[in-house]
């Protein structure tokens, strides 16, 4: 069943300019996504507006226009949007995903990463939602991979240990919900800096100056249209199983460093990569990585969930906008 609302356009033509309100059709299937102005969160909203459903994103400072104006840690405000709206899932992709960050802000790391999930947890098993917290692969020590959803986890920074936290925390106010581990994410980004993958493209272009990239830990880039897609997978199986629950895993197949990706990304663009020199040493800088926390997938797979972009088809579709070379930026799709 599909519901019908009002909604103001605004219709030009020649000389005149009207406000008219017409009827729209709305989705009856309703998903809260949370942190809907991120990376991961833009894709997630995008992928169930796109797939009939009624999306409604809520984010923080970014918020306005396009999404509600929510402060997590304001229990009262996430109280109230989830007893509006009444979702029928809530994907929560809102965190402090920034290991280093993590470090130096402990406190406000872990009131956003466990204490404002636990009390999503809560409302969403209020109004019968089903919550799919995302969680990292940072859970592992990656000193066994790959790693099932059932190994037991080893953290080695506190931004790990957050999002293990995070994890009982809704599973322990939500017996029905998901946790959905992933590993380092790409895509359409704003700015360069809102992925670890994307961020290296200056280093890449600048091929004047030569650059030290990280040869040492294991990465799988997975591309946040395929997690947006997997979270919809999930969502809409769990409407019609109700035993869709726990903890799962989705990741890219490709295993790469950032010195590798790097290489890649300079292959993708036909840029040049003799510049970049890969460090095989651990790194002492920063919060400590794990060396290979790969994920194994096989239980989505075995459910018929999940979605693959490979990486150098991903990436320029992600990066070409940010492109130098002009040239090249007005061929690359012609």
């Not at 009939?52 to 840690?73: D, I, M, S, Y």
């Not at 190994?151 to 790990?160: E, K, Q, R, V, W």
């Not at 290979?292 to 579709?317: H, V």
């Amino acid at each position: 069943m599909v519901g019908r609302e009002k909604e103001l356009s605004i219709h030009f033509v020649p000389g005149c300019c009207r406000l008219v309100e017409e009827e729209v059709n709305v989705p009856s299937r309703r998903v809260l996504v949370t942190g809907a102005t991120g990376l991961l969160g833009r894709a997630v909203y995008k992928e169930f507006q796109q797939n009939n459903w009624h999306a409604t994103g809520c984010g923080f400072r970014r918020a306005r226009p396009k999404f509600e104006q929510v402060n997590l840690l304001d229990s009262e405000a996430v109280h109230h949007i989830i007893h509006d709206f009444q979702p029928h899932v809530i994907v929560h992709c809102a965190a402090e995903r920034r290991p280093d960050v993590v470090e130096n802000q402990p406190d406000a790391a872990s009131q956003l990463n466990v204490d404002a999930s636990g009390n999503l947890a809560k409302e969403a098993a209020a109004v019968g939602a089903f919550l799919i917290y995302i969680s990292s692969d940072y859970v592992f020590d990656g000193t066994n991979p790959p790693y099932r959803e059932e190994d037991i986890p080893a953290t080695l920074n506190l931004y790990g240990k957050t999002k293990l936290e995070g994890e009982k925390a809704v599973l322990e106010n939500n017996l029905g919900a998901a946790v959905l581990r992933i590993p380092v994410l790409y895509g359409e980004v704003e700015k360069l800096e809102e992925s670890a993958v994307t961020v290296m493209f200056d280093k890449v272009q600048f091929s004047n100056k030569s650059a030290n990239m990280d040869h040492w830990q294991q990465r799988f880039p997975t591309h946040v249209k395929d997690v947006a897609t997997v979270c919809r997978q999930l969502a809409e199986k769990r409407m019609l199983d109700p035993s869709i629950k726990g903890t799962f895993h989705w990741s890219g197949n490709e295993q790469m460093t950032k010195y590798e990706m790097a290489c890649a990304i300079a292959d993708a663009f036909n840029l040049p990569s003799s510049h970049l020199r890969p460090i095989t040493d651990s790194p002492v800088i920063g919060a400590q990585r794990p060396r290979n926390a790969q994920l194994d997938c096989s239980k989505l797979e075995t459910l018929g969930i999940g979605q693959r972009t490979p990486f150098r088809i991903g990436i320029k579709e992600s990066l070409w906008p940010f492109l130098i070379d002009k040239r090249w930026r007005q061929t690359v799709f012609h």
